[in-house]
């Protein structure tokens, strides 16, 4: 048929003959939450798979996930390297940072899909050509730039603001030692490191840090026109902050 002028345009991101539980699941990935007239009529119907309580609840959670086997101790192996067991604060401090990016994965994220695509594919591509040009001559770099990469890969948003700000930082005191880059390969992965770090701090909402980010890579030479979708998104939250 004819669309009338002014006529709402709707597209379904999902099937919408699932149930509600595995709907709202699905949809955790693009960010935000449904608020339908189908989804608003069955929230209060549907039981859950474990019971009558309407409210969703992932069925791949138990005790364990949450606190960590009494016998069992954190174990990270890392770059294919060794393992080493984490205990005590440290292995606490760890399991805090898988459950916030556990929370990041399925509650509605700050950053739009189309964002994080754009800064994924800047941080691939980018890394992985400074990646070629340092894993010989400076190979400490080359495992923090590994280490920035795949931690976006997986949207571990702690992560990436950790090791992205300890990368842009540990850069940045090259550059003011040495008054330069030693090579155009360091100033890619200082745009790397900040646009990581940019990431996961715009994911928490601290859109400010997260411009200051950007902003910093930019005086370096990162070009905004190459991440035109999330510098715009920043640029405009960190702004109505202000207001």
Same mark, same amino acid.
């Given at each position: ?38 989804? &608003?009529? &069955? ?52 399991? $805090? ?14 950053? @739009? ?29 080359? @495992? ?41 390969? $360091?100033?890619?992965? $200082? ?53």
């Amino acid at each position: 048929r004819d669309i009338e002028e002014g006529e709402e345009l709707c597209i379904s991101y999902i099937e919408t003959d699932q149930l509600y539980a595995k709907r709202r699941e699905d949809l955790a990935n693009y960010g935000f939450e449904c608020r339908c007239n189908k989804c &608003e009529s &069955e929230v209060n119907d549907e039981p859950n798979p474990n019971g009558n309580s309407a409210q969703f609840v992932p069925n791949d959670i138990n005790e364990d996930d949450l606190f960590g086997a009494d016998d069992e101790e954190e174990s990270i192996d890392s770059d294919g390297g060794s393992e080493r067991n984490l205990v005590g604060e440290e292995a606490l401090k760890a399991k $805090y940072e898988e459950l916030v990016d556990a929370s990041d994965a399925s509650l509605i994220g700050a950053i @739009t899909p189309l964002s994080f695509g754009e800064v994924h594919s800047f941080v691939v591509q980018q890394g992985k050509q400074a990646l070629e040009a340092l894993i010989t001559k400076d190979k400490p770099i080359a @495992t923090e730039l590994a280490e920035c990469i795949a931690a976006l890969k997986v949207k571990k948003f702690s992560s990436c603001i950790e090791c992205g700000g300890n990368l842009e930082e540990n850069l940045y005191r090259i550059l003011q030692k040495e008054k330069s880059w030693p090579d155009i390969s $360091y100033r890619q992965v $200082y745009w790397v490191a900040a646009v990581t770090a940019a990431a996961g701090l715009a994911q928490r909402g601290r859109y400010l840090q997260s411009q200051n980010m950007l902003d910093k890579a930019n005086i370096l030479g990162l070009d905004f026109r190459a991440l035109p979708t999330f510098s715009s998104f920043v640029a405009r939250f960190a702004f109505e902050m202000f207001q």
